[in-house]
């Protein structure tokens, strides 16, 4: 199998290309393709990791159908993009099917809230840097005495900047997030995120998944309703611990990606440079398998 990372579909205007989706308009709605291209420290890498596309697509529509609807405090509901998951009932002419396939999804075009929402259950990555220097998370203090990979207490919202391509996410506090997002739409995203979290995470520990955090996008629907968009709950935008190999006091792996941000760390690889670097064959197969290996894992 050889990875697919660029899409070209014939007759179709393509709107966007992210660091692992190609987006088309489709009548009123969106073709929303997950390709096999994989990122690091936000750069896209040459090569790809076969399958990884159609993998992260059936494990966000296993959360949309187990999660969903979501209803809030205020009594509002939360929905999520997802219209159509079957390529061959979305309409589509029967060349692009085959390409398609497994990978893409029929979706609402929404209005994207312009903020990456956050939740940790557990202390590790940008968190746990802050933390040592600091004692703080996204700028609020936190018990003292944690140690890396420890549980919060509770569940923690910690928001970030989308960044444009090529720019890095910068986690900004809650306050910062609630000058830049509205009310009510701030607290909803925050109440939504969280619940989100909770859910999938008691979910996880069910099949032996730790659900360290995860990172969810938000838009506004046509009709007004707030939806989750983009993926959900994947590796890509999640860190899945195995709950067998987790110890507090020490980093955890965790499937997936952070094999080849490794790699990437003992050849000194230089995140300023656009153009990322091949992955060694070895290192795309024993990736693949990671991913393989979650999926297998959660949704089993
Ligand atoms: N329902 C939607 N309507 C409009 N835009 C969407 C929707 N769902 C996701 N998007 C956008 O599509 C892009 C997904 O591509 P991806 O490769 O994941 O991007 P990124 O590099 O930002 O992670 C993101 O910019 C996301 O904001
Ligand atoms: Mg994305």
């Known amino acids: 199998m050889s990875a697919i990372t660029s899409t070209d579909l014939p007759g179709f205007k393509k709107i966007s290309s992210g660091k692992v989706r ?17 990122s690091a420290f936000d ?3 040459s090569s790809g990791i076969p399958g990884k596309g159609k993998l992260l697509t059936q494990i966000s529509t296993f959360w949309f159908d187990k999660l969903f609807p979501i209803i809030l405090s205020d009594g509002t509901q939360v929905g999520h993009h997802l219209l159509e998951k079957n390529v061959e009932k979305m309409g589509l002419p029967a060349a692009a099917i085959d390409a398609l396939q ?15 929402a956050i939740v940790r259950g557990y202390i590790t990555g ?13 700028g609020a203090p936190i018990r003292p005495g944690m140690q890396e990979s420890e549980k919060f207490d509770e569940p923690l919202f910690t928001p970030s900047t989308k960044a444009d391509q090529g720019e890095h996410d910068e986690n900004i506090s809650v306050e910062e997030y609630r000058r830049r997002i509205p009310e009510p739409l701030a607290s909803r995203i925050e109440e939504a995120a969280i619940t989100i979290y909770k859910r999938a995470s008691e979910y996880a520990a069910t099949k032996g998944i730790i659900l360290a955090d995860t990172k969810l996008e938000f838009g506004v629907d046509a009709n007004g309703t707030l939806v989750v968009v983009d993926e959900i709950l994947t590796p890509d935008s999640s860190r899945f611990w195995p709950a067998a190999g987790y110890q507090v006091g020490k980093g955890v792996d965790s499937f997936d990606k952070q094999f080849v941000r490794d790699w990437l760390k003992s050849v000194g690889f230089d995140k300023n440079n656009p153009i990322g670097p091949e992955i060694p064959d070895d290192i795309v197969k024993q990736t693949a398998e990671k991913y393989y290996e979650g999926y297998r894992m959660l949704t089993q």
Do not use: H, M, P
Request: aromatic share 10%; glycine share 2%.
């Open 22 to 38: 190609d987006l088309y308009d489709f009548n009123d709605t969106l073709l929303f393709v997950a390709t096999d291209r994989i």
């Open 43 to 45: 750069v896209i890498l």
């Open 102 to 116: 497994d990978r893409t999804l029929q979706v609402k075009k929404c209005d994207i809230v312009k903020i990456e």
């Open 126 to 138: 940008s968190a746990w840097s802050e933390y040592k220097k600091t004692g703080t998370v996204n």
